[in-house]
T-cell receptor, first 112, second 112 residues
Framework: KAGVTQTPRYLIKTRGQQVTLSCSPI?????VSWYQQTPGQGLQFLFE???????NKGNFPGRFSGRQFSNSRSEMNVSTLELGDSALYLC???????????FGQGTRLTVV | GESVGLHLPTLSVQEGDNSIINCAYS??????FIWYKQESGKGPQFIID?????DKRQGQRVTVLLNKTVKHLSLQIAATQPGDSAVYFC???????????FGTGTRLQVFP
């Protein structure tokens, strides 16, 4: 079956703009988690959605938000982009959250 | 705070040898652990997981060992191949079952 699909693969945005990233989980998976990966901070948890509800949130400012649709697809949005938001944003899906999480290829966001 | 760390940032091994990648975790409440492999330009790839009620779990050429007494996790790769070259991350579920806390990663380099 198809894996986790993230779109777009690459994005270049200007400071102050906003961006929306998309994630389609593995069919049947209801949990979608988002992570930010940077060389300095490693992989950091952003938030997790299950059945359209945010169950857990990491220590990121309110500029980072997300949502999940009834078909389990998820989007994350970053508003008022800062240079420090440049990172690889990864989405992971699992049946119930946490356990056996499978990652997509990520979206590489560059803020200039 | 919660943290997962790795002892060796870079591990170089000769092709055909066995590799051992170590990970220390700090949260005694963690009851689920995963190892991921991340190749350049790709998202983390699930390798193997283990629950806290187990000490050892084997997969294809990989074995994960869990020592809860000293809060230590290791990944053993048998007959290391060039294709095993990547960054390896351990992760734990910490206090929340809905998210994963990642270690900083170990780069495995395989030379002929």
């Amino acid at each position: 079956k198809a894996g986790v699909t993230q779109t777009p693969r690459y994005l270049i945005k200007t400071r102050g703009q906003q961006v929306t990233l998309s994630c389609s989980p593995i069919s049947g998976h209801r949990s979608v988690s988002w992570y930010q990966q940077t060389p300095g901070q490693g992989l950091q948890f952003l938030f997790e959605y299950f059945s359209e509800t945010q169950r857990n949130k990491g220590n990121f400012p309110g500029r980072f938000s997300g949502r999940q649709f009834s078909n389990s697809r998820s989007e994350m949005n970053v508003s008022t982009l800062e240079l420090g938001d440049s990172a690889l944003y990864l989405c992971a899906s699992s049946l119930q959250g946490g356990w056996e999480a499978f990652f997509g290829q990520g979206t590489r966001l560059t803020v200039v | 705070g919660e943290s997962v760390g790795l002892h060796l940032p870079t591990l170089s091994v000769q092709e055909g040898d066995n590799s051992i990648i170590n990970c220390a975790y700090s949260n005694s409440a963690s009851d689920y652990f995963i190892w991921y492999k991340q190749e350049s330009g790709k998202g983390p790839q699930f390798i193997i997981d283990i629950r806290s009620n187990m000490d050892k779990r084997q997969g294809q050429r990989v074995t994960v060992l869990l020592n809860k007494t000293v809060k230590h996790l290791s990944l053993q790769i048998a007959a290391t191949q060039p294709g095993d070259s990547a960054v390896y991350f351990c992760a734990e579920n910490g206090l929340d079952t809905d998210k994963l806390i990642f270690g900083t990663g170990t780069r495995l380099q395989v030379f002929p």
